[in-house]
T-cell receptor, first 117, second 110 residues
Framework: DTEVTQTPKHLVMGMTNKKSLKCEQH?????MYWYKQKAKKPPELMFV???????INESVPSRFSPECPNSSLLNLHLHALQPEDSALYLC????????????????FGDGTRLSIL | DAKTTQPPSMDCAEGRAANLPCNHS???????VYWYRQIHSQGPQYIIH???NNETNEMASLIITEDRKSSTLILPHATLRDTAVYYC???????????FGKGTHLIIQP
């Protein structure tokens, strides 16, 4: 069992739909992350939130819109996605720590498997 | 994050020790070596991390060379459930995100 909960586990949507992925953690972590993982590839970082503020955006298209409403929740809003956006979307959390204080492993959820029709 | 190099795949017999190597010759002085694994259809799972000294926890041991250019993850008594992709990552920690390489697909044979 994971301490990071992602819902839904599976999502099928059309290219014109709007949907949201949700992630929740209750470990008191103040950093939260979204990763995208295509089949048979490693995870790729999309966004990082630190203290509920967006700190890293890895040049992700605007059809992906992250939101961090509070320290326990992270959302990823989806709109007008393309078939190539079909992937496993992973959420993770960690303590923030600081540069040079690398004692902050990330805890991952089991992801949302997204299929775009 | 430091660039890491791992063999694409390895086999190990059940009950034996699995030794997974990682080269990270460009790792900087303040970057830790992290190991994660990903079992099919699950999210990555944190295993262990270290800076200079060898580390051990309930899952594995991490041996880091003195020059910090390489490390070895040791699973002391591999089981079938240890079959997974293992990722070695160099990272300064904080809230920087992780850069995953291709990892090593470890297959435990019965």
């Amino acid at each position: 069992d994971t301490e990071v909960t992602q819902t839904p586990k599976h999502l099928v949507m059309g290219m014109t739909n709007k949907k949201s992925l949700k992630c929740e953690q209750h470990m008191g972590h103040r950093a939260m992350y979204w990763y995208k993982q295509k089949a048979k590839k490693p995870p790729e970082l999309m966004f990082v939130y630190s203290y509920e503020k967006l700190s890293i955006n890895e040049s992700v298209p605007s059809r992906f819109s992250p939101e961090c409403p509070n320290s326990s929740l992270l959302n990823l809003h989806l709109h007008a996605l393309q078939p190539e956006d079909s992937a496993l979307y992973l959420c993770a959390s960690s303590q923030v720590g600081g540069r040079g204080y690398g004692n902050q492993p990330q805890h991952f959820g089991d992801g949302t498997r997204l299929s775009i029709l | 994050d430091a660039k890491t190099t791992q063999p694409p795949s390895m086999d190990c017999a059940e009950g034996r020790a699995a030794n997974l190597p990682c080269n990270h010759s460009t790792i900087s002085g303040n970057e830790y070596v992290y190991w994660y694994r990903q079992i099919h259809s699950q999210g990555p799972q944190y295993i262990i991390h270290g800076l200079k000294n060898n580390e051990t926890n309930e899952m594995a041991s991490l041996i880091i060379t003195e020059d910090r250019k390489s490390s070895t993850l040791i699973l002391p008594h591999a089981t079938l459930r240890d079959t997974a992709v293992y990722y070695c990552i160099g990272s300064g920690g904080g809230a920087d995100g992780l850069t995953f390489g291709k990892g090593t697909h470890l297959i435990i044979q019965p």
